[in-house]
C-alpha cells in the first residue's frame, strides 16, 4: 500500500482530527474530514470491537466504504496499572454511554485518590490505521509511558490528559505545547509509524 491522492479522516471529535492532521503534516495528500460541505455525511459507527485494533478497523471500514476513498482512524485508551488495565477500552464511555471528557476525567480521578502516587503508573495506547473502500488494512500500534496525578493541570489536549504526566516529564500531557506533545504522544507515534509502513 502506499499514499493515496485524498484521505478520509474517520473522526468527528474536533481535538482529534486537529491533532491527526498536525502529526500527519508531512503526509503528500489531501484531507477529507466530516467538516467538509461537499463530503456526504457518513453514518456513526459503533464501537462494538474488543480490542483497540478491531475498532480503528470498523471506523476506518465504514468510512472508507461511505465515500468510496481511503480512510484512516485511531481507537485509543488510557490504561491504569492499578486499576487492572482500565478504562482501557472503555476510556471513551468511562462515566458511561454519554460520557463528557471532564466527567471521565473526574471519574477516574476518584478510581486513583486514594492509591499512592507511586503506584499511579499508566500508559496511553493508541492503534492507527488506514483503510481501503476495497477492504486493505494497514496499521501501527504505540504507547506512551507515565503516570497520574489528582489535581488536574494545562489547558492544552483533551481527555485524560490534565492529569496525565508523560515519563521523564513534570508537566502533564496538557501543559506541553502541541508540537511537543504529538512528538511524544502515543497518537504521534502510531501515526510516524503508520506512515513509515506507507511509505
Request: glycine share 8%; proline share 6%; net charge negative.
Amino acid at each position: 500500500m502506499s499514499f493515496p491522492e485524498r484521505v478520509a479522516i474517520a473522526s468527528r471529535n474536533p481535538g482529534k482530527i486537529r491533532e491527526i492532521i498536525a502529526i500527519c503534516a508531512d503526509w503528500p495528500m489531501a484531507w477529507v474530514t466530516a467538516e467538509n460541505e461537499d463530503v456526504p455525511r457518513w453514518a456513526d459507527v459503533e464501537e462494538t470491537g474488543d480490542t483497540y485494533l478491531a475498532n480503528a478497523t470498523l471506523k476506518a471500514a465504514a468510512v472508507a466504504g461511505a465515500l468510496g476513498i481511503p480512510a484512516i482512524a485511531d481507537d485509543s485508551g488510557i490504561e491504569v496499572d492499578a486499576l487492572d488495565g482500565a478504562p482501557g477500552m472503555r476510556s471513551a464511555r468511562y462515566s458511561g454511554e454519554n460520557a463528557t471528557d471532564e466527567a471521565n476525567l473526574h471519574k477516574l480521578i476518584d478510581a486513583i485518590r486514594d492509591i499512592p502516587s507511586a503506584r499511579r503508573t499508566a500508559r496511553y495506547r493508541c492503534v492507527a490505521l488506514l483503510a481501503t473502500p476495497a477492504g486493505d488494512v494497514t496499521s501501527a500500534e504505540a504507547t506512551c509511558e507515565g503516570s497520574l496525578i489528582t489535581e488536574p493541570r494545562g489547558e492544552n489536549g483533551f481527555g485524560y490528559d490534565p492529569i496525565f504526566v508523560p515519563a521523564g516529564e513534570a508537566r502533564t500531557m496538557a501543559e506541553l505545547p502541541s508540537d511537543e506533545k504529538d512528538r511524544i504522544s502515543h497518537r504521534g507515534k502510531a501515526f510516524r509509524a503508520l506512515r513509515d509502513l506507507l511509505a
